[in-house]
């Protein structure tokens, strides 16, 4: 009998990927299931970026090996985008690096920096990727704990008093997943004096900036945050692009080149037509995001009736792709989340897979139509 190895015991399989075997069964028994637990963009990409890729498919280089670190042109586009949205210069040959999916620079940078028995500081709650490929790595997961009565921020005095000699990483992610909290510039500022104070490297996860957000911010945008930090950032919401797996991590030359060694061994570089829809993509300019966010606005606003429905209670100014409403008092989110889902066939997300400071709280995405979304209130009434 051959053994898995031992780092698979300290990691599950993901929620959802086991739960959506249970969301399938009930829609193929015939159940009309509205599901608001995914955040799968529906929205299709600007029609310039479809064209880029089919044209692309005629271009002499199109079906070779691409370069590991993608073409000149989606680097300095990645280079100009943040520039033109976060006034944030990079050099487009060594700060830049395209990554299929910024999921895949959780495990790369991962990989570049952490040894066995290296301590990283998990946000509760937070986005469960951090914790698992920290444990595949076999570093050691540490939560820290994210409070609404915080804003859903770090409490660096409690930090502070925790023995960080071992902590050699701190994933964040702002706009925060998944409650929507958003970011400002002196929260940035205290999560690089504190890296730089502990020497450890900061990843801030940058997803959500452009979603329901009417002031974007990078971590990069804070004086010397090169020094100790790194950013990730994706196509997959801003763009809906998300099932072509475009992303970036952005930082200094010396901790590109480190996740570079990782990269460069894992795959054969970005399919070309890929990186030239890409290329398009980060051209798009202030209407197009404001085209998505009326979508996205109109959705939201039917997200909170329904979640008034269940008694829920929300923060209205959150932004990103969800809702993150709090239950009434006592009620466990997974039982709610299971009693829905066979009572009104409406599948949400449970709080608690994000970490046990998610118990009580649910997750609502957008990427729901909002004829679907009227169909879930109508089953309330």
Avoid at 8 to 28: G, H, N, P, T, W
Avoid at 47 to 60: K, L, Y
Avoid at 110 to 116: E, G, H, M, T, V
Avoid at 240 to 258: H, K, P
Wanted: proline share 4%; net charge negative; aromatic share 12%.
């Amino acid at each position: 009998m051959i053994q898995t190895a031992k780092r698979l015991e300290s990691v599950q399989e993901y929620y959802f990927s086991r739960k959506l075997k249970e969301v399938r069964q009930l829609i193929s028994e015939g159940k009309p299931i509205i599901n608001m637990g995914i955040g799968n963009p529906d929205l299709a990409p600007h029609s310039s970026v479809i064209e880029a890729i089919q044209n692309a498919m005629f271009d002499d280089k199109a079906h070779e090996y691409q370069s590991y670190q993608g073409l000149p042109e989606l680097r300095q586009g990645f280079v100009n985008f943040y520039k033109n949205q976060f006034n944030v210069d990079l050099d487009f040959n060594s700060e830049i690096l395209p990554l299929m999916g910024s999921k895949e620079g959780i495990m790369h940078i991962s990989l570049a920096f952490l040894n066995k028995g290296d301590e990283v500081l998990i946000p509760n709650p937070g986005y469960p990727t951090y914790a698992s490929v920290t444990e595949l790595v076999q570093a050691k997961a540490m939560n820290y704990d994210l409070k609404e009565d915080n804003n859903w921020q770090p409490d660096f005095e409690i930090l502070e008093q925790q023995n960080l000699s071992k902590v050699k990483l701190m994933w964040v992610s702002y706009p925060h997943m998944p409650t929507g909290a958003n970011t400002t510039l002196e929260l940035y500022q205290k999560l690089i004096d504190f890296g730089k104070k502990h020497h450890i490297l900061i990843v801030n996860d940058n997803p959500y900036s452009f979603v329901l957000n009417d002031n974007p911010l990078s971590i990069l945008q804070v004086d010397g945050a090169k020094d100790i930090a790194l950013e990730l950032n994706s196509l997959s919401k801003t763009f809906n692009m998300a099932g072509w797996r475009v992303g970036m991590v952005s930082g200094n030359a010396t901790f590109i080149d480190a996740v570079l060694k990782v990269k460069s061994n894992m795959d054969s570089g970005m399919f070309y037509g890929i990186q030239k829809g890409a290329v398009e993509a980060l051209k798009l300019e202030k209407d197009w995001f404001e085209s998505q966010n009326e979508i996205y606005t109109k959705r939201r606003n039917l997200i909170f009736q329904l979640a008034e429905k269940l008694e829920c209670t929300f923060n209205k100014n959150s932004v990103g792709l969800f809702v993150w409403a709090k239950l009434p008092i006592g009620i466990p989110s997974e039982q709610f989340i299971d009693t829905l889902l066979y009572e009104k066939h409406i599948f949400l997300t449970p709080g608690t897979i994000f970490g046990s400071n998610g118990e009580g709280y649910i997750r609502f995405s957008l990427c729901v139509k909002e004829e679907n979304i009227v169909e879930a209130i109508k089953r309330f009434q």
